[in-house]
């Protein structure tokens, strides 16, 4: 399962304002709202990746070769808002649609999940199913869980006051690896 970036969130969690006024910076330098922009996309990537959550909503394709034994496709990426279509490649690769009827989609399990029962094989040997999905908590950043967007402030100040000094291996701040943990799911 191979899971494919789409499009990524039109809003970061943390406004430039916000995280301004977090790190106490009263100037309008272009460069420095520059950099502290890079760094809270940066950040949200981070905690993203070290919570094994979405945080905004984006737009993600996952691609499967045949479709599991068992019919239930567990999803590598969470929260799921919703499955936009799931398409499957004949042969000649020309894609047809899944109908909505014939699969069922669980937002609510961790991982999501997709129930596929008696869906036809693709004709393509791989990547002959495509699933194109939404996820994350939402499309604002008042749906993003607070104690997240905090893990984000703490990288950010982290990374601003410490420019330049990178010792040893870049890992989340302890504080911020607090705040990120309840989220994280365990790797089987």
């Known amino acids: 399962m191979i899971p494919i970036f789409v499009s990524g969130p039109a809003v970061e969690p943390i406004t430039l304002a916000e995280m301004k006024a977090y790190l106490r910076v009263d100037d309008d330098d272009a460069a420095q709202d520059d950099l502290i922009s890079g760094l809270i996309k940066a950040a949200r990537l981070m905690v993203e990746a070290a919570s094994r959550r979405i945080l905004i909503e984006q ?95 703490i990288l950010v100040a982290h990374w601003f006051e410490n420019r330049g000094d990178v010792v040893g291996e870049q890992i989340l701040p302890p504080e911020a690896l607090a705040l990120v943990a309840p989220f994280q799911r365990a790797r089987l």
């Not at 045949?66 to 000649?92: F, K, Q």
């Not at 014939?102 to 129930?115: C, Q």
């Not at 194109?132 to 008042?142: D, H, I, P, V």
């Open 59 to 153: 737009r993600w394709r996952v691609v499967l070769d045949r479709w599991p034994r068992d019919g239930a496709i567990l999803l590598p990426l969470a929260p799921l808002i919703a499955v936009d279509a799931i398409r499957i490649s004949d042969a000649a690769g020309s894609a047809s649609e899944l109908p909505d009827e014939t699969f069922a989609v669980d937002v609510l399990s961790d991982p999501p999940r997709i129930d596929v029962p008696g869906a036809p094989e693709p004709g393509k040997p791989r990547h002959g199913i495509s699933i194109e999905l939404r996820a994350g908590y939402g499309t604002t950043a008042e749906t993003v869980p607070a104690t997240l967007k905090l893990a984000i402030r």
